[in-house]
């Protein structure tokens, strides 16, 4: 699985995410995508978006279509939605209000009928108008975030009732790159309705957006596309806006940016066992048999897997008997992150692919088919059928699927793991700078490096990871007179993930620098030394970029850990070595 996105140079490379969107009060500037023309097309079935096409169709441009199942399941839900407001059934958000307005009706009888249909034009239309006007900035400023928002919420939206026009709309939007301009808070992390309300008002034409990166109004946008203002029509306003397409969107990318840390963090780990003259033993089997952990067995045998032919497995009288604890337990923590990972992955690939709206529509389900069904309650939101929904029968009803658990805690679970590997990788920094592990220093072998000067780069690093690791508060504030009483914040808890996986690549890159000097200085040891292919190969593809700064050639003019941490972002460590997870880890 790869991941693209757009670099400060404006190139479509494979990498991990530089931004995270709309974090900062502060307006940045606008980052466009660069689309890829060989970026394979999408098609949406509501049952197998995986995080994969996600990123294609948000940072490669991908083309999007829904398939014809899709198509018919949104046509018989749009089919029963019109018959069930005919059938005098109540149905949230079309006939009656919404929130605190949940019993106030507000049309009654066929919404077809010319004057019915006028009134639910006229409404719909004022709603998308001013569907955006809660949000709060500053702007997103990232054009793969809202890409990603909407191309889940057409994915999710198959299962709901839109009208067929709003349908096309939010795919043409996508296909033809016009990219509204949506403002980042105002969500309270269940029921995005700020953010999806900014989409709403670029179908019809009002606030402002992007068209192929340019800035322009949302008319414009949408007459440079070839595109019609959407007449909105039924519950469309419903069908857009109740969803969590804003969270998913932000945890799908924090699953394909969090993957490619953790394998760098893989591989770096390798790189510092051969800077450090490490011994291998709590990675073989004696120590492993103990503790039979399907993810902790897993790492032992990856990272053996990489340093596989190092000099590592041969004797030698000045190693120490054992390593520094950070190097020891390297492998437990990133083991424990990558199971965190896998875990939030799962969770992604369940909110995309499954319906988070409220009202649930159900076409095709009877009486008959569970108890509850029979019962006067739910016989109250029965669907007899008629020719509205072309005969089909079946049930529209309340709910909370609309409440982002367990995704909400499985990013906040994630975003721990993470810290607590950070804080194994900033220690092995420090202790490269200690003969006492080391047994020698660097410039007993590398006349030409200076001796290192303390950095408060590391330690800084990981406090700012660690305020990101700290759980947001569970809130529960009354609004719309008591009616809605839960907050969920996915929206910070997403950004705090995605913004920690930023800095833990920063951290790497400082990471990288030192195990990558130490493979240097153990190689001047013994020329005959050898470190592993993958150890190797990355070693010195990193050596290309920040070669081995000689002092005599004068101070330095730029720094070596930022240009390590763009190699990071820039090259995956698939490159060196492949990533193959343990069976029966679901990754699509």
């Not at 502060?26 to 197998?48: E, F, K, M, Q, W």
């Not at 409220?358 to 076409?363: K, R, S």
């Amino acid at each position: 699985m790869t991941f693209r996105l757009k670099s400060a140079t404006g190139t479509a490379i494979i990498a991990v995410a530089l931004h995270c969107g709309g974090t900062s009060a502060a307006a940045n500037a606008y980052r466009p995508i660069t689309p890829s023309a060989g970026a394979p097309p999408v098609v949406l079935t509501g049952h197998d978006l995986s995080i994969e096409e996600v990123i294609r169709v948000a940072r490669q441009g991908a083309q999007v279509s829904v398939s014809a199942a899709a198509l018919k399941r949104e046509a018989d839900n749009y089919g029963l939605l019109l018959e069930a407001a005919a059938e005098g059934m109540p149905v949230y958000w079309f006939n009656r209000g919404v929130g605190d307005q949940r019993e106030t009706v507000l049309f009654e009888g066929d919404p077809t009928a010319p004057a019915n249909r006028a009134q639910i034009e006229r409404t719909q239309l004022n709603a998308f108008r001013g569907a955006g006007a809660a949000g709060i900035g500053p702007e997103i400023d990232s054009e793969d975030v809202v890409r990603a928002i909407m191309v889940v919420r057409a994915n999710a939206m198959t299962f709901n009732a839109p009208s067929p026009a709003l349908a096309r709309m939010l795919v043409d939007l996508l296909n033809r790159r016009v990219t509204p301009v949506v403002q980042s808070r105002g969500t309270v992390g269940e029921g995005d309705l700020a953010q999806l309300g900014a989409v709403a008002e670029t179908m019809v034409g009002v606030g402002e957006a992007y068209y192929q990166g340019v800035r322009m109004p949302a008319a414009q946008a949408l007459e440079r596309a070839g595109l019609l203002p959407l007449q909105p029509f039924a519950a469309d306003d419903n069908a857009l806006t109740s969803s969590n397409s804003y969270a998913t969107a932000q945890a799908a990318l924090l699953v394909a940016d969090a993957r490619a840390a953790l394998e760098w963090a893989d591989l770096i780990y390798a790189i510092d066992l051969n800077g450090m003259n490490s011994s291998v033993t709590p990675l073989s089997l004696v120590v492993q048999r103990d503790r039979p952990g399907r993810w902790l067995n897993w790492h032992a045998r990856r990272t053996l897997d990489m340093i596989k032919g190092s000099y590592l497995f041969g004797d030698d009288p000045r190693r120490i008997i054992q390593d520094p604890e950070s190097l020891r337990a390297s492998s437990v923590r990133q083991a424990a992150a990558w199971e965190e990972w896998a875990a939030l992955n799962e969770a992604v690939l369940f909110q995309l692919n499954s319906s988070d709206h409220n009202p649930a529509v159900a076409v095709g389900l009877g009486p008959d088919d569970a108890p509850e069904l029979a019962s006067p309650q739910l016989m109250h939101f029965f669907v007899r059928g008629g020719a509205l929904s072309h005969g089909q029968h079946g049930y529209i009803v309340s709910n909370a699927n609309w409440d982002p658990y367990p995704l909400a805690n499985k990013i906040e679970n994630f975003t721990t793991a993470l810290a607590n590997m950070c804080v194994a990788v900033a220690s092995r920094i420090e202790r490269f700078r200690n003969p006492f592990f080391t047994v020698v220093s660097a410039t007993d072998f590398l006349k030409s490096v200076e001796p290192e000067e303390y950095s408060y780069a590391p330690v800084d690093l990981l406090q700012e990871i660690q305020g990101l690791a700290v759980p947001v508060a569970p809130s529960g504030v009354a609004l719309l007179s008591t009616v809605e009483d839960l907050e969920a914040q996915t929206r910070l808890k997403a950004q705090r993930a995605r913004r920690a996986v930023d800095v833990a690549v920063d951290l790497l890159g400082l990471d990288l620098i030192q195990g990558s000097l130490w493979m240097n200085v153990r190689e001047a040891q013994d020329a005959h030394r050898t470190f592993g292919t993958a150890p190797t190969a990355a070693w010195q593809a990193l050596r290309v970029r920040v070669p081995l700064r000689d002092p005599a050639a004068g101070p330095a003019v730029a720094s070596e850990s930022i240009a390590a941490t763009e190699f990071i972002r820039t090259t995956p460590a698939a490159t060196f070595f492949p990533l193959r997870l343990p069976e029966a880890t679901t990754v699509h």
